[in-house]
């Protein structure tokens, strides 16, 4: 199969994600299907909810090894929100559980401070930390959306492409190698969003 694949492991709105690739130009498959995945160009892997659930069914799917395998291969993979979660060694959403481990790092919950409100939730601003292909056009200090209680903590700052400040900053995006993953959600994103769909499609 050529072109781009979002991962159908049933937990996000796969449907958003594919009509924001449409909308600029690009047409995406949407299978839960191994050897399908295996076989994508480019990947994409959203996620709503809980890191427990989604792991666990990434595993019963049989997906986490075709998903490993792309991006071993050196393939475009693009991670949305838990996406970017499940990249990682550990999570402690309820629990400690183990994520796909492509990344040193743990996924922990944003701290109980007085007037900030968990989750994190509505739109916020980008700093630029690494110009990622994936952010090219998109402006310094661009507003994106965000749904999220807990983030990414890399243990290898090298990797970290975007912040966002909530008051402190945290991770929002990575980028290693043929890797992006974004803890916003860029089919939620109107313009920037869709630029950053838009240059993920055109690698």
Not at 26 to 40: K, Q, T, W
Not at 48 to 71: N, Q, T
């Amino acid at each position: 199969m050529q072109g781009i694949l979002i991962v159908d492991y049933g937990m996000a709105n796969l449907r958003s994600v594919q009509k924001g690739f449409e909308k600029v130009g690009f047409a995406a498959e949407i299978s839960g299907d191994p050897s399908r995945v295996g076989e994508a160009d480019k990947l994409v892997l959203p996620g709503v909810g809980a890191f427990r659930d989604a792991i666990a069914r990434l595993h019963e799917s049989r997906l986490a090894e075709p998903i490993l395998d792309h991006v071993k291969a050196g393939r475009p993979f693009l991670g949305i929100c838990l996406g970017l979660q499940l990249l990682f060694a550990k999570s402690y959403e309820d629990g400690e559980y183990t994520g796909l481990n492509l990344f040193p790092g743990d996924v922990v919950r944003f701290p109980d401070v007085p007037g900030l409100k968990v989750p994190h939730m509505g739109w916020n601003q980008l700093r630029i930390r690494r110009p990622a292909p994936l952010f090219r056009d998109v402006p310094e200090g661009s507003a994106v959306y965000f749904v999220h209680s807990y983030y990414a903590a890399p243990k290898n700052a090298g990797i970290v492409a975007t912040e966002t400040d909530y008051p402190e900053p945290f991770t929002s995006a990575i980028w290693h190698e043929n890797v992006f993953a974004t803890q916003f959600h860029p089919e939620k994103s109107q313009r920037v969003g869709l630029t950053m769909l838009r240059n993920f499609a055109a690698l």
